[in-house]
C-alpha cells in the first residue's frame, strides 16, 4: 500500500511535466509570431498618408473662358488644365495664342485672348479693351516663341532658349531667373525688366 501512494504521484508530476512543457513551448510559438507582423505594421501607415497631401497652385484665369476666376491646382499642372477648370475657352478664342503645355506657377494669371484682337505683343496700340494678351508685360511662364522674339534683343534662337529653360526647371517665379538664360545678360536683362513678367 505505502508504494501506491508513491506511484501516483509520480505519474501525476510526470503528467504536470510534460504539461507544462507543452504550455511553454506553444507560449513561445505564440510570443514569437506576432513581433514581426507588429514591427512592420506602424511604418507602412504614416508614410503613405503624408505623401498623399499634394501641393496647391492658384491662378487666376481670365478673358475668353466661360467662368473666369480664382482655380486651386494641383502643383504640376499645366495652363490646358487650368483653362479647364475655368469651363474651357469659348468660341471667340484664340487658343494658337497660349502655350497649353506650359506648366503654371502659383499666383499666376492665365491670359486667354479672343480671337482678332491682337495677334502680336508687338502692336500694343493695336490693342482695344479686348486685347487684354498685349496690354501688359509678356509673362515669361506662358509667352509664346512668337511673343518672345517680338521683345527688343530677344530674337528667334534666344527666344528658344527661354522656351527651353521654362520646359526644363518649370514656370518663371522670377524675371531674374533670364540671367541663367544662355544669351541674356545683365544689360539684357535690364532692358528686359520693365517688358516682362513672370
Known sequence: MPELPFDVSRRRLLIVACFVALLLFLGSKLLARPQPSAGLAPPVAPPTETAAAPAVVVVDVVGAVRRAGLYRLQQGARIADA????????????????????????????VVPKRGAVTSPAAPSAAGPAGVASSGPVHLSTATLEQLDS?????????QKILDYR???????????????????????????DLVAP
Do not use: F
Not at 521683345?151 to 527666344?159: E, F, N, Q, R
Not at 522670377?174 to 532692358?191: H, M, N
Open 83 to 110: 483653362v479647364a477648370r475655368a469651363g474651357g475657352a469659348t468660341a471667340k478664342a484664340d487658343l494658337a495664342l497660349v502655350n497649353l503645355a506650359a506648366p503654371l506657377a502659383d499666383g499666376e494669371q492665365v
Open 151 to 159: 521683345l527688343p534683343g530677344i530674337g528667334p534662337v534666344t527666344a
Open 167 to 193: 520646359q526644363k526647371h518649370g514656370a518663371y517665379t522670377s524675371v531674374d531667373e533670364l540671367d541663367a538664360v544662355p544669351g541674356i545678360g545683365p544689360a539684357r536683362l535690364e532692358q528686359l525688366k
